[in-house]
């Protein structure tokens, strides 16, 4: 379901998306071409700052935002997903928020009030929360913790093994764009 949220905010989402049918997108949130949103994902853009706007929640291209998936913001912060990012099952995406290019959240993972540069991979069930990341991170092991009060702890980079994981990922929900939306127009 696609709605305006309460500042009259609609989202924007680009032809060459798939929207499941059950996920709900509300408010400004703006998703490019090629994007994935699964069964019951909810991407919500609805509380207003202290300016009295909404800060956007932009989905870059060929991203997937798998099934039971959340993107919110506190008021008057956004939330920027780069290209090419997988945001796997029940991932929590929450602003203020950047997650750059090319980077894989792991399932049930929670990303809140951080940075992720370009290729940074989240395990399963890991907490992110108030730190930047730089390119090819990669928080591990699985349910690692990572803070502001302890960054380098659980941190490495990404090897090719990973780097290969997270490329098929992508390539997988795009071809779920296209069969669903040739599904769709026949």
């Known amino acids: 379901m696609i709605s305006a949220n309460p500042n009259g905010d609609v989202p ?14 509300i408010g400004n949130v703006y998703i490019a071409c090629g994007c994935y949103v699964g069964p019951y994902a909810v991407v919500r853009a609805d509380e207003v700052g202290a300016d009295g706007k909404v800060a956007p929640v932009c989905i870059g291209e060929d991203t997937n935002v798998q099934d039971g998936v959340i993107v919110h913001a506190i008021a008057g912060t956004k939330v920027t997903i780069g290209r090419r990012c997988s945001i796997a099952h029940g991932a929590v995406i929450h602003g203020p ?4 290019d090319g980077s894989f ?15 940074v991979f989240v395990g399963t069930s890991a907490v992110v929360q108030g730190v930047e990341l730089g390119q090819g991170s990669l928080v591990a092991p699985a349910a690692a913790i990572l803070s ?11 090897t090719s093994g990973e780097r290969g994981f997270m490329n098929s990922v992508v390539e997988i929900n795009l071809s779920l764009v296209k069969g669903y939306k040739s599904a769709i127009s026949d």
């Open 12 to 25: 924007q989402i680009d032809g060459g998306a798939f929207i499941d049918p059950t996920a709900r997108i």
């Open 97 to 100: 928020c950047t997650i750059g």
């Open 105 to 119: 959240v792991g399932f049930k993972a929670v990303v809140y009030s951080s940075t992720l540069a370009s290729e």
């Open 148 to 158: 502001e009060y302890d960054v380098m702890h659980s941190t490495g980079k990404i």
